[in-house]
């Protein structure tokens, strides 16, 4: 990195002022900036400074290594005027600095990283706080907790294998055993010393090094161990599930020290200025007297609720200003606060807020209330949900009566509701175990006596997590509501026994591997399986079982919804084959239908016996009609009859079983039409692989060989026959319809004639979109085109009627995407199959790739799977590159895209880049897409108005294409330079 970009490495806040301030996050980290913005907004911050992430980004470009003057000048100087703004001095034997050292990266990373406190102190400062507080055992208690965090986070003194407990909790424990003292705060000073004395030795007998009595050394070390703490393993598995680009880096924060540990009139707490559960107006979170942070967020001892701080005889009076403060951040931070404050002595301290983490349900009632109620910009309540969490509103919820029924003979206890829904699974008691159960196909419940962010493997595989210990702000409960999992925490009459690997509950024993139900909205724990049924926003949206007007949740989604789509530019489609998807998808917003594969319609009733009777004989019939259009050439008639009959049966059985399929399909075509009503519907010719529709096994094929009336071994003979190599490389796609024209012709011909049948009876305009699939050469095209055409003019001359339609193409292969000149002069549509595209693009086969994508993934060579998030650099220039030939050719020219990358958010983030028109996906991704569609256009308008406001406008009804064209056209720099290196 530039010298120039590191001129200023450190800055400072505190004392209402700040060089810094909220909208610097990229370079001072969330904590860092939202720090700043506080101190200038009158917050009572305790005044430190934040070593900017470039420094760790300099750090790891470096090999580890800092910025020349970190330490030698920069950081000293930074001490220096932290002295000054608090009147203490480093290191000093009378009024000694401390000082907490923090990490904040620009995404919060809740417990993922290091943290470290009373930083500072040694054994002559430990003096002096003794002698200025007049509190011995609360500065040896200070020192316990500074030389245990030193030695764990700096010197490495942990746990070496899951089994084992923390080695300082074990000195700790077992001293306390020895003197027969349950609780931390039986403990006195000298308890506390002798602890000190054997934390050091452990240190020095692991590590073989001292614990370092210079606060200079141990600040350099502490910052160091936070620089480093950016890349362990729970850090990186943290960003790759969230995709916070691992070149971000922390910032480091450096404050002084408030102690919530002072006594009975001191505490700490975490509060949210609303339910981040479930989005209720209400002061939520927890406090502990007499306390550090750490207390409150590791779970290790239950806390108490912050609105029983009204009643606290010690705290009511602090519990007013917090009210105050509860109103006053999320006036001035637009958003739902989750901050920690400390209680030194009566004196109330902000340590950090940021915008808290919140469920799927919380989201959009808070989005809902807060716009509503001015305190939230409505483009701020668009970008700030996680378009994948929405996934959480479709979840299944606890069967009532079956809950009811387990409410009366196994609920085992109620513990705290921390991450809303419905989970039943079977109990694992380590994160491992869920994983590998999960791995075979389990449902699991984590349950943990306490979680650690190492667990976090075991909380993204697991559906639920429960845990004995540790309250709503945990980080089992913080961590578990991000991932949208069903939590109950602090379940406190659980206990559970590692090693006998039990789970004991009143009475009651589970063993591993037995199943338990936990319900995250009330927080009850059921000793068995619970059956469930569909979400609240299911049975309003798709069952019609609920009325809008009657569910809230309902409405804060479709607050959201509709907010969203005020801003989002890309159109929204659904792959559906079936009038019930189709309808499915328009409750759920769906704007037309980008693919419906009509093969999947083949399967329905016994029309798949027509399907094979007519793949059975295609192979004969083309070989008849090549063989007489050769004899008709040299005008050999008796051979062209002798033909005939050679070919009789093959003829019949073909033609016949089109004449079947016709009025089905042209069925199918109607219902679909029927249900889009003047949407767009996308059809697409049949694509795949004939030897998909076979009978495999030899009761099949003799049931079909006794329908059709023929042989046994001539319909075994007729399969062998279209057995392929490399069947998604073969006969499959238009090159179906070029070989047999019949089959082309028969469902162009059902899609007109169902369009002019519904047009006719519903009065309504009907726009069918024939799509032929697996285009390489602009030729073939061409030929399924004039087929088409033909058809349409035949159908719509006998209707005595003229039916606007739209022929278009899929782009699956790469020669398509790079002929796309040629090929748009034909079509009126491309529409991107990016699982084809994906697949010929890469040369991986989309259905083999999962024997070695997962470990092209552990070892980086791919960031995401690339069948699910487009590959932005390989297939995703392929794109780009066609949409830069093909424009020019058809100016407007439609885009679509129908591989399942469609719902993806980041894919989506990408097709609004490269100017699509619209993304189709399943139906139930639908919000998904409307709400990263709406992201993706308010970021890329921030992004070129240099982050001002974005004003929501009223989307035009029918999307132009020539809208999409203006992304394209800018995309078009970079792609050209990029495309023309390429040739
Ligand atoms: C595609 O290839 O992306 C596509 C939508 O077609 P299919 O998945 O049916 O091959
Ligand atoms: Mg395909």
């Known amino acids: 990195m530039a010298k120039a970009t590191l001129s200023k490495l450190i800055y400072h806040f505190g004392n209402g002022k700040s060089d810094g301030d909220g909208t610097m996050k990229a370079l001072l980290g969330g904590k860092g900036a939202n720090l700043g913005e506080m101190s200038r907004k009158g917050f009572k911050v305790p005044a ?131 003197i027969g003292k349950h609780e931390d705060t039986d403990l006195s000073e000298d308890d506390l010393k002798e602890i000190i004395k054997r934390f050091t030795k452990l240190i020095k007998d692991r590590t073989g090094k001292a614990f370092p009595q210079d606060p200079a050394k141990q600040l350099e070390g502490s910052i160091g161990a936070v620089f480093g703490s950016w890349n362990n393993d729970r850090a990186i598995l943290y960003r790759n599930k969230y995709q916070i680009p691992h070149e971000w880096g922390t910032a480091v924060n450096v404050q002084a020290m408030v102690f919530g540990n002072m006594g009975a009139t001191s505490g700490t707490g975490v509060a949210f200025t609303r339910n981040p559960a479930n989005g209720t107006n209400e002061f939520y979170g927890e406090y502990l007297a007499n306390a550090q942070g750490e207390d409150v967020v590791a779970g290790t001892r239950t806390p108490l609720k912050i609105v029983d701080m009204a009643h606290d005889k010690v705290f009511a009076k602090t519990f007013k200003e917090l009210e105050v403060v509860r109103k006053k951040l999320e006036k001035e931070f637009g958003d739902v606060q989750d901050f920690e404050f400390t209680i030194e002595e009566g004196k109330l301290f ?73 989970a039943s699974g079977i109990i694992a008691l380590t994160a491992k175990k869920a994983e590998d159960l999960v791995a075979s196909g389990q449902k699991v419940v984590l349950c943990r006596v306490e979680t650690s962010p190492e667990d976090l493997r075991g909380m993204i595989a697991a559906d639920g997590i429960l845990t004995a210990r540790g309250g709503v702000s945990s980080h089992a409960a913080l961590v578990a509501r991000q991932m949208g999992k069903v939590c109950v925490a602090g379940a406190g009459d659980v206990t559970i026994d590692y090693e006998k690997k039990t789970l004991t509950c009143n009475g009651k024993t589970l063993r591993e591997g037995e199943f338990i139900a936990i319900n995250g909205t009330t927080g009850a724990v059921y000793g068995r399986k619970v059956e469930t049924s569909p979400s609240e926003l299911l049975q309003v949206l798709v069952n019609k079982t609920l009325k809008p007007a009657d569910s809230k949740l309902f409405q804060y989604y479709d607050f959201v919804m509709k907010l969203a789509d005020k801003y989002r530019t890309l159109g929204i489609r659904t792959n559906a084959d079936q009038p019930d998807q189709a309808a499915n998808a328009i409750a759920f917003g769906a704007e037309g239908i980008g693919l419906c594969r009509t093969e999947h319609m083949f399967f329905e009733g016994d029309r798949i016996d027509s399907v094979r009777e007519m793949i059975l004989f295609a192979e004969d019939f083309a070989k008849y009609k090549l063989e007489s259009e050769e004899a008709a050439a040299t005008g050999d008639a008796e051979r062209v009859a002798a033909l005939k009959g050679e070919y009789a049966q093959a003829i019949e059985h073909f033609h016949g079983a089109l004449a079947k399929l016709l009025p089905v399909q042209q069925q199918d075509f109607e219902g679909l039409f029927a249900a889009m009503g003047e949407r767009p519907v996308t059809i697409r010719l049949l694509d795949p692989p004939l030897h998909e529709f076979l009978p495999q096994a030899g009761a099949q094929i003799e049931d079909l060989a006794k329908k059709l009336g023929v042989k046994y071994e001539r319909v075994e003979a007729l399969g062998h026959n279209l057995h392929e190599f490399n069947p998604m490389l073969g006969h499959r796609g238009c090159r179906l319809g070029i070989v047999y024209p019949e089959i082309t012709e028969m469902q162009s011909r059902a899609i007109a004639r169902a369009a002019i049948a519904v047009a006719k009876k519903t009065g309504k305009k009907v726009v069918p979109e024939i799509m032929i699939p697996l285009i390489g050469f602009a030729e073939e095209l061409k030929n399924q085109l004039d087929i088409v055409h033909r058809v349409f003019a035949e159908e719509q001359k006998i209707a005595k009627v003229k039916m606007k339609y739209l022929v278009g193409t899929m782009i699956e292969i790469p020669r398509g995407a790079l002929t796309a000149g040629e090929v748009a002069q034909h079509a009126e549509f491309f529409s991107f199959g990016t699982n084809d595209l994906t697949q010929t693009t890469l040369g991986m086969s989309r259905d083999d790739s999962g024997k070695f994508l997962p470990y092209y993934q552990r070892l980086g060579i791919v960031k995401a799977n690339p069948f699910a998030s487009i590959d932005q650099n390989g297939v995703g220039n392929l794109m780009e590159i066609c949409i830069e030939r093909a424009t020019p050719v058809r100016p407007g020219i439609k885009l679509g895209i129908c591989g399942e990358h469609g719902g993806d958010p980041a894919t989506i983030a990408f097709c609004h880049k490269i100017g699509l028109t619209y993304v189709s996906c399943s139906p139930f991704r639908v919000p998904v897409a409307r709400l990263a569609a709406a992201q993706a256009a308010i970021r890329a308008t921030r992004a070129a108005a240099g982050a001002k406001p974005v004003k929501a406008k009223v989307k035009a009804k029918a999307k132009a294409p020539v809208k999409a064209k203006a992304p394209a056209k800018k995309a078009a720099k970079p792609l050209a330079k990029r495309a023309a290196a390429a040739r």
């Open 48 to 178: 430190g400074f934040t070593i900017t992430t470039e420094v760790c980004t300099y750090y790891y470009d470096n090999k580890k290594t800092y910025p020349t003057n970190l330490f030698s000048k920069d950081v000293p100087a930074a001490i220096k005027q932290l002295e000054k703004a608090t009147g203490k001095k480093f290191g000093d034997n009378k009024n000694p600095l401390l000082v907490s050292v923090r990490s904040g990266a620009r995404d919060s990373m809740p417990g993922m990283m290091d943290t470290i406190l009373n930083l500072g102190l040694n054994d002559v400062t430990v003096e002096a706080l003794k002698k200025k507080t007049n509190n011995g055992r609360f500065a040896y208690d200070s020192y316990r907790r500074f030389v245990q965090m030193y030695g764990d986070v700096v010197m490495g003194v942990q746990k070496r294998n899951e089994n084992e407990h923390e080695p300082f909790d074990q000195v700790m424990d077992s001293y306390k055993e020895s």
């Open 350 to 422: 902000l340590l950090q807020t940021r915008n808290g983490k919140r469920t799927a349900q919380a989201y959009v009632k808070i989005a809902h209330d807060m716009v509503k109620a001015k305190l939230m910009k409505p483009e701020h309540a668009v970008t700030s949900g996680d378009p994948q969490a929405l996934d959480q509103l479709l979840a299944p919820i606890f069967d009532t009566s079956d809950e009811k029924a387990a409410v009366a003979k196994d609920r085992l206890t109620v513990g705290l509701p921390a991450g809303p829904g419905a």
